[in-house]
């Protein structure tokens, strides 16, 4: 959510001198293949987990049986989308 604001005004940032077709794939790498895999992902099952009053060890194992699935979902969604987003 409001996080975002954050995350995509550094992005403008940092790729603020690509030309518009290198900064969309820039960004759009980024954030697929870093932000979402090392943050996004980990930070949603840790919470989900917190949420259902979960053990910390069962989130963790449930984050690595699903990863790569939640991955390849992320990427059929987002890429598209950020393609025309940003």
Do not use: C
């Not at 979402?36 to 949603?44: A, D, G, T, W």
């Not at 989130?59 to 990427?75: A, C, G, H, I, P």
């Amino acid at each position: 959510g409001g996080f975002y604001v954050f995350i995509y005004s550094w992005y403008e940032h940092v790729f603020r001198n690509l030309s518009t077709i290198r900064a969309v794939a820039a960004k759009t790498t980024f954030d697929n293949f870093i932000h979402s895999p090392l943050l996004y992902i980990p930070s949603f099952y840790l919470y989900l987990g917190w949420m259902k009053g979960e053990p910390r060890a069962l989130t963790v194992q449930r984050l690595k049986d699903d990863f790569v699935n939640s991955m390849l979902v992320l990427w059929a969604v987002w890429i598209p989308a950020q393609i025309v987003n940003f």
